[in-house]
């Protein structure tokens, strides 16, 4: 068949510039370690990847969800450990202030000693995290919870619990209310320290005044026991939800593994693979040059003279 | 006889002189596009009869022709027509392409953001921080939408010139062919000869033209071409050539369509109609990819503005007011077709993002009837009156009245990513809380506990008196304080039980007790007289419900009919374009491999080929050396004969 001269150079130049689009392509592969560089190099892995990328996305968020959390929980545990050691020490104090032994005066000094146990309480109760917000509050995180009242202590907070979102469908309470620590179980702990602070204050002159300590400080004994149980059952709850944190991390750990490795067989380029065709594509191109170039210095003109 | 031998010396050196000029203007146009090589066409002249046979009288040029096939070159025409219609497209949706898949300027990433801001703020309800986080990445999601907008536009504004310059284009083809089929005329009509070279520029306009528009080429009894564009419509008839006109849409000022005129009179000319080269592309990319990314993006836009808005009216900000909107929705686009002979005015609103699709809308009044045509799939739909509510559209007639015929374009959504914008600039006015709290009234001697409370939309109009306090009978396991004038809804397991306004409502352990937009749940075994507060939310900056509730939209499907997440519904547009683009980058490879074997096969009949010349140089350098040679020898024996004389 006859074939123009100017066919030849169009289809030589037309190969190599396909030869060379097609190295480019990978060469961009190769530097990018990326196999689908725009959607519609795979339109099905694209959509999927960019699927992949908000899991991933959203599951990093959960994890500094989590992390916060977690931060939240660590300082209402301090303040439940320190609550739960004030409350034992007054117990102490109160069972140490029935010896029969003491005197009016002494009894006055182990008033004193609860008394400061009740601000250290109250401090407690009025506790601030790291951003200045009242740890016991409820939703009123900016009002200040407990205010001393001469029989105890008065709440203002409320009982709204801090959830987050720990698991794409699942939230975890990171708060403690103030009436849930301090007055769980029926038993106001400032009432109940106010109260044996005042029958200890109160002068033993009378067989019936004798009998009404004894009564007040059996008293205080019991609802101090129920409430220092209420700050274990509190305290365990926190822990158990520190737990669920660590179980739910790790699994968002694994989680995230998968999601990784999913986009990278979504995405990724096989080097192996990628290099060698770099090679035969290039092996390619120079056969094309080469033979392109011998096949256009052919020419009859050459020998007429 | 000498003579004679003279003569046919001089035929041989005339017609290896015409041999030798044609090969010379081969190799010189070997590399001219559209150039067909041409041939001397020889024959021998009469000859005489001498009476002892005939004498040969030397030779003649009958006619140089062209080496053309009609047939291949109109191969070469089609295969370039679709060749350039698909590079057309191609090359436009490219460039969406790489736009949506893009991490900086892909909508994923600021979706994602955006509600990675929001569980932040979750986790700090109070912190300044956290919200001006979430605003800056509103605020960047909002410029987001608008660059998204911004480069749909400008894509637009590039097709509607790009059609432009494909029009003008065309018009001067038209216009030179209709020249050159004059010039070809009256260049025949004197010699009766092809004049080669003005054949080959001709169709070299055609193969032009056909790169604009899919054309078809009728040859007439004397030569001339008649050029048809566009389902039959005459471009070029003989001498004459008509124009096409890049007019305004009728229904869409910001759009540039094609025009056909002729002696005078424009028609508008479908989009149908115009198939095969540039402008055939522009105009599909235009119908089937432009507006479908712009119309998929707005739906995003408006669905999650909506939702949004929705969930954060029913927040309340740092200050204890309610939310307010928190992004600005776009609205429907009603144009009237410039052509309508009525006054009437329809408007359109969102009434439900949710069932939103992402189509225009064609509403004519037909007959008495509105027909609304869905435009993506052409189901249409017939009312007889407005207004009517139709995919989250409500539609509705403003004022005035339509004449039959009168048409009306709705696009609900298209303007969705370009009015995207920020309603909240303070941080303050985030509303993150929820409205009400509960909680039990201190002094209850029993378990039960109450749900912290959720609100719904009935709550922005019931006006409920807060607190409400409920107390609860033992003896008639009720509860009694529900506010004066509101019904009570009892739902345990999907079947619900309402209590008219004022009557005690019975007790369930875990039931969901609703009542003007409130809705709560008592766990447990109240004791008689237990009481049960629902307060408003004062001074809960630490609260962060209604954040979560904000947070979690990210993955409800909102979209589509409750299908599809924001970042779902933006996938699918992505997997949508992608495959488009993929399957434009194989057809177009194909029409390319279509080309170049028209054009090859074309190029083996017509073109020049080097060699070939090469040897005809030779042959006609000595075909005139012989003939040099025959005038020689006659000379000589005219010569000889005179030498007798001496």
Not at chain 1, 108 to 128: S, T, V
Not at chain 1, 262 to 267: H, K
Not at chain 2, 206 to 222: A, M, P, W, Y
Request: net charge negative.
């Amino acid at each position: 068949m006859r074939i123009s001269t100017s066919s030849l150079y169009d289809s030589g130049v037309a190969r190599i510039t396909d030869l060379q689009s097609s190295l480019a392509r990978i060469q961009q592969q190769l530097a990018t370690g990326q196999r689908v560089l725009t959607p519609a190099d795979d339109p099905a892995a694209a959509a999927q990847a960019l699927d992949v990328k908000q899991s991933l996305a959203l599951n990093h968020q959960l994890a500094s969800n989590r992390a916060s959390g977690r931060a939240v929980l660590n300082q209402v545990e301090g303040a439940l450990s320190s609550a739960s050691d004030i409350v034992e020490n007054a117990k102490a104090l109160v069972v140490r202030a029935g010896n029969a032994s003491l005197d009016d005066q002494q009894r006055g000094f182990i008033a004193i000693e609860l008394r400061g146990a009740l601000d250290d309480l109250l401090a407690l109760a009025n506790a601030k995290d790291g951003a200045g917000n009242y740890l016991f509050a409820g939703y009123q995180t900016g009002t200040q919870p407990y205010v001393r009242t001469a029989t105890g202590a008065l709440y203002n907070g409320d009982d709204g619990e801090r959830m987050i979102q720990v698991q794409p469908a699942q939230q975890l309470a990171v708060s403690a209310t103030g009436r849930a620590v301090f007055e769980g179980g029926g038993q106001d702990m400032f009432r109940t320290l106010s109260d044996v602070i005042s029958v200890l204050e109160t002068p033993v002159g009378s067989p019936a005044a004798s009998a009404a300590l004894t009564a007040g400080l059996a008293n205080a004994n019991g609802k101090l026991d129920k409430a220092l149980d209420n700050v274990l059952t509190v305290r365990a709850s926190v822990g158990s939800r520190l737990k669920q944190l660590d179980a739910l991390d790790s699994a968002g750990g694994a989680l995230a593994e998968q999601y990784r490795e999913t986009l990278g067989v979504l995405q990724d380029v096989d080097y192996a693979e990628a290099i060698s065709e770099l090679s035969k594509q290039q092996l390619t191109l120079e056969a094309a040059q080469q033979s392109f170039l011998r096949l256009t210095s052919l020419s009859l003109f050459n020998y007429l003279s | 006889m000498a003579s004679n031998i003279l003569s046919i010396g001089k035929s041989a050196l005339a017609a290896a002189q015409a041999g030798l000029a044609t090969t010379g203007h081969n190799i010189a146009n070997a590399s001219t596009p559209g150039y067909s090589r041409q041939v001397v066409v020889q024959s021998a002249v009469q000859p005489q009869d001498f009476g002892y046979g005939f004498v040969g009288q030397g030779t003649q040029i009958s006619a140089v022709k062209r080496v053309y096939s009609d047939f291949l070159s109109r191969q070469v025409v089609a295969a370039q027509s679709s060749k350039s219609e698909l590079d057309s497209y191609y090359a436009q949706i490219r460039q969406i392409n790489n736009l949506l898949a893009d991490p900086s300027t892909g909508l994923a990433p600021a979706v994602q953001e955006f509600f990675n801001g929001l569980h932040d703020l979750a986790s700090n309800p109070s912190s300044i921080a956290s919200r001006q986080v979430v605003l800056a990445a509103g605020e960047a999601l909002a410029d987001r939408f608008q660059l998204l907008a911004g480069r749909i536009d400008e894509t637009h504004r590039g097709v509607n010139s790009a059609i432009t310059s494909s029009i003008h284009a065309i018009n001067s083809y038209a216009q030179q062919i209709a020249q050159v089929n004059r010039a070809i005329e009256q260049a025949a009509g004197s010699q009766g000869n092809p004049p080669n070279d003005l054949l080959d520029q001709r169709d070299r306009l055609v193969s032009d033209l056909s790169k604009e528009i899919k054309v078809t080429v009728i040859k007439q009894d004397g030569g001339a071409y008649n050029v048809i564009v566009a389902n039959g419509l005459p471009l070029v008839v003989g001498g004459q050539s008509s124009a096409l006109e890049a007019g305004v849409s009728p229904s869409d000022p910001t759009r540039v369509e094609t025009h056909y005129v002729s002696n005078g009179v424009t028609t508008a000319l479908g989009d149908q109609s115009l198939v095969g080269g540039r402008l055939g592309g522009l105009v599909e990319f235009r119908a089937n990819t432009l507006d479908t990314v712009q119309n998929s993006i707005g739906r995003i836009a408006i669905g999650l503005a909506s939702s949004f808005n929705s969930q954060h009216r029913l927040g309340q900000d740092i200050d204890g007011n309610l939310g307010s909107d928190f992004f600005t929705v776009g609205t429907p686009l009603v144009s009237a077709s410039s052509a309508n002979a009525g006054n009437a005015n329809i408007s359109a609103a969102i009434a439900d993002a949710t069932m939103l699709t992402a189509s225009d809308y064609k509403l004519v009044h037909e007959g008495g009837n509105y027909v609304l045509t869905r435009l993506e799939d052409g189901v249409t739909q017939t009312f007889a009156s407005l207004p009517q509510t139709v995919d989250g559209v409500a539609l509705s007639l403003s004022s005035g009245a339509p004449a039959n015929g009168d048409q009306f374009l709705i696009r609900p959504v298209a303007t969705g990513a370009s009015s995207f914008a920020l309603a909240v600039q303070d941080t303050a006015r985030i509303a993150g809380a929820s409205p009400i709290r509960s909680g039990p009234v201190p002094g209850n001697t029993g378990t039960a506990k109450i749900s912290p409370g959720v609100v719904d939309a009935a709550y922005l109009v019931a006006g409920t008196p807060l607190p409400v306090v409920v107390s609860y009978d033992a003896g008639s396991n009720t509860l009694t304080g529900f506010p004066a004038g509101m019904p009570v809804t009892v739902s345990v397991a999907g079947a619900s039980t309402t209590f008219p306004a004022g009557t005690p409502v019975s007790y369930t352990d875990g039931a969901e007790i609703a009542f003007g937009g409130i809705g709560v749940q008592i766990t447990g075994i109240p004791g008689n007289g237990d009481r049960f507060a629902i307060s408003a939310n004062q001074a809960a900056v630490g609260d962060n419900r209604n954040a979560l509730l904000l947070a979690n939209l990210q993955s409800a499907n909102t979209l589509a009919r409750g299908t599809a997440t924001y970042e779902g519904a933006f996938a699918q547009l992505v997997s949508l374009v992608g495959s488009k683009t993929r399957e434009l980058g194989v057809t177009s490879a194909g029409a390319g491999t279509m080309l170049s074997e028209a054009v090859e096969a074309q190029q083996a009949e017509s073109g020049v080929n080097l060699d070939e010349e090469a040897t005809n140089l030779l042959r006609y350098q000595q075909a005139y050396q012989a003939a040099g040679k025959v005038i020689q020898i006659a000379n000589e024996v005219f010569e000889s004969l005179l030498q007798l004389n001496k």
